[in-house]
């Protein structure tokens, strides 16, 4: 199982230079893989990545947050090619890339909406996210669907929903991505959605209740490394964290990242990783019981 780490604990610049600063520092903090954030796929530098991921022999992965301008659930066409073609070409990057897992909210865009999705707009969701799944199907490539807090989408925002959505897509490399930041905020509690979406689950963030320190919130994680053990699943699990001291300036101000959590994101890094690494062996031993 892949444990990993968003590349925003480290940079908030994906140029040559931040690629490599980010994979550098996930490595040494006792990950195995690291998630790119994909905001813009079109300047990404794919050489780079891939020499930095070669040299110190780390696995990939990439997420995304669509904006105004490409959301997939828009009555505008020329917004959903965009967004269409944005997805594309992120799916193409993580397969130049070696990787496996594509995720994200990559459904609508990620932003507090002031009204409810349409039928429509689901409805264009969904014809899109099929084309992307079968361009990831064929470059082996597996699409996962981020369930977020209402602040950051108005279509799916509990695993349940994700899964319904899923299902109807029909798509054997199209899942369900957890986040405990967002289940955190909108599920009953932290087990059922796992159990719920156990089918498709394919990809899980570990996030704290205001984005911070694993063990610092109120995220009951005991619970839900519990879940995990309870399906088998087998990952990746990525840790996910935010503070003021790393700034993307279009993925930081989405998320309403105003606060400064943490200023050492290798202290932070590397306590996440044996957080989650211990929660894993101590779960695993359920098994005896
Ligand atoms: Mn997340």
Redesign the pocket.
């Known amino acids: 199982m892949n444990i990993g780490c ?1 590349g925003l604990v480290w940079t908030g610049t994906f140029d040559a230079d931040g690629i490599r600063l980010a994979v550098e520092k996930t490595k040494e903090a006792g990950f195995d893989l690291i998630e790119f954030p994909l905001m813009d796929p079109f300047s990404f530098d794919v050489e780079a990545a891939t020499a930095a991921l070669e040299e110190h022999g780390l696995a990939v992965s990439a ?1 995304l947050g669509l904006s105004e301008a490409t959301d997939i659930t828009s009555s505008d066409p020329e917004i959903v090619a965009a967004g269409e073609a944005l997805l594309l070409r992120a799916v193409d990057i993580v397969a130049e890339l070696g990787g496996q897992h594509f995720c ?1 909210v990559i459904y609508s865009a990620m932003r507090k909406y002031m009204d409810p999705f349409t039928a429509q707009g689901l409805a264009s969701s969904k014809r899109t996210i099929a084309k992307v799944a079968d361009r990831a199907l064929e470059r082996g490539v597996t699409v996962s669907l ?1 369930v ?1 807090n209402r602040y950051e989408s108005n279509v799916l925002n509990t695993g349940r929903q994700a899964l319904a959505y899923a299902v109807d897509v029909d798509r054997p490399n199209l899942g369900v ?1 957890l ?1 405990t ?2 289940m955190n905020i909108e599920e009953s509690d932290m087990v059922a959605p796992v159990l719920d979406t156990a089918t498709k689950l394919n990809y899980v ?1 570990i ?1 704290e209740s205001h984005r911070g320190y694993l063990g610092t919130g109120t995220v009951d994680f005991d619970s839900f490394f519990k879940a995990l053990a309870r399906i088998d699943f087998q990952g990746p699990i ?1 840790f ?1 964290s935010f503070s003021s001291a790393v700034v993307a300036p279009d993925l930081s101000r989405m998320l309403g990242i105003w606060r400064n959590l943490w200023t050492d994101g290798a202290e932070l890094g590397t306590h996440a990783n044996a957080f989650i690494r211990d929660k894993l062996v101590a779960m695993e031993s359920i098994r005896l019981h």
């Open positions: 968003h997420s994200g981020e977020v991505h986040d930041y967002h963030h996030g990525v996910e």
